[in-house]
């Protein structure tokens, strides 16, 4: 059974449709990525599930339960933690406040949590007390990424999480998702940055104007040269 399932999704903002019947799946242990051009709905499909928009059509489920238009504090006590490109930490709180305002809805002990994502992400031990607003734009990612695996969530979504990042730390988030995924979180993520994410995916989808355009493993679609063309600046992907 896949952890996530999208089937012919349908919605948008206010009478503005965004989703034409989009159908994606995120299995066990999968990181798979969501490609395509501005506009193309692919944060807007990652907001429906996460109860961010209305869905007038389709069906959102995780782990087979229906949670479509489910509001989305119900969806994080589902299990689902969602990343937005901005505004994705406390900035005048330190990295460990944060996180543990990422542990809101626990209400057992998260100290050992917090003490294993110190591992995962070596340079927040080191930042612990310093307040996250003065880190860089990377650690700062890494502690929205942190703070959302404080819940140990059944899945994880990440929008657009190496936006504005220069190319030294957009490799250090791709690791960082990488190291996430093998903690056996299964990873939904929003790329610009379409042939390292790929690169990192098990699986993609690419959208435009808001409908499937392709979908296959990440390694397929480098190699697709329409896909290349369209969305990799030209050329398979080496």
Do not use: W
């Not at 709905?41 to 069906?59: C, E, P, Y």
């Not at 930490?89 to 460990?96: A, D, G, N, R």
């Amino acid at each position: 059974m896949s952890v996530l399932e999208l089937d012919a999704v349908v919605g948008g903002y206010g009478d503005t449709q965004i989703l034409h019947g989009v159908s994606m799946k995120v299995d066990p242990g999968e990181i798979v990525v969501i490609i395509g051009p501005n506009g193309a709905g692919k944060s807007t499909a990652m907001k429906a599930v996460f109860g961010l928009l209305n869905l007038s059509g389709g069906k959102v489920s995780l782990d087979g339960e229906d949670i479509t238009n489910m509001p989305p504090e119900q969806v994080v006590r589902h299990g689902v933690c969602y990343v937005p490109q901005t505004s994705n930490i406390f900035p005048s709180l330190t990295v460990e406040e944060n996180l543990e305002m990422g542990a809101f809805v626990r209400e057992d002990d998260f100290q050992p949590r917090l003490l294993e994502l110190y591992e995962v992400f070596p340079p927040l031990a080191e930042k612990r007390k310093q307040t996250a607003g003065t880190l860089s734009g990377g650690q700062r990612q890494m502690v929205a990424m942190a703070k959302a695996m404080m819940l140990e969530p059944k899945i994880l979504l990440l929008d657009e999480p190496t936006a504005g990042l220069s190319p030294k730390y957009r490799g250090e988030i791709f690791s960082i998702v990488k190291t996430v995924n093998a903690t056996g979180t299964p990873i939904l993520m929003v790329e610009q940055n379409a042939k390292q994410a790929l690169k990192i995916a098990n699986r993609g989808y690419v959208l435009v104007d808001g409908k499937n355009k392709f979908e296959g493993s990440g390694q397929n679609l480098l190699d697709d040269p329409e896909v290349a063309e369209m969305f990799l600046g030209g050329g398979a992907a080496a």
